[in-house]
């Protein structure tokens, strides 16, 4: 049981890394590149995923944390597709379900 939330908690801090991703990139196109609210959010933000991560490899093994990692690759361009409007192109899918794919593999 504790490991499952040490797992939860990997998680999460990869979905608030893509989230803070997409800020980034939203704070990317604004007149001032570096001084911005979504680039101060998504620095923080990216400084929380951290701490949530460290907290998350005490109780997750490093192979597990690498898979668990590749769900960034899912998450970013739902994220982009949901919040920013971006077309997802049939290379993001195939990757995407090869990444589902793996995971599941792994999983057995």
């Known amino acids: 049981m504790q490991n499952s939330i040490y797992i939860l908690l990997f998680v999460i801090s990869i979905l608030i890394a893509s ?15 570096y001084i911005n609210k979504y680039t101060i959010i998504g620095y923080s933000l990216m400084v929380i995923s951290m701490i949530f991560t460290l907290i998350g490899y005490k109780g997750v093994n490093l192979t597990l944390s690498g898979v668990l990692q590749g769900l960034s690759f899912i998450f970013v361009p739902l994220l982009s597709m949901i ?13 995407i379900t090869f990444i589902i794919t793996g995971i599941i593999i792994y999983s057995l």
Request: aromatic share 4%.
């Open 19 to 33: 989230f803070s991703q997409i800020l980034l990139k939203t704070g990317a196109g604004k007149k001032n590149i």
């Open 83 to 95: 919040l920013l409007k971006e077309k997802i192109n049939k290379t993001t899918i195939v990757g």
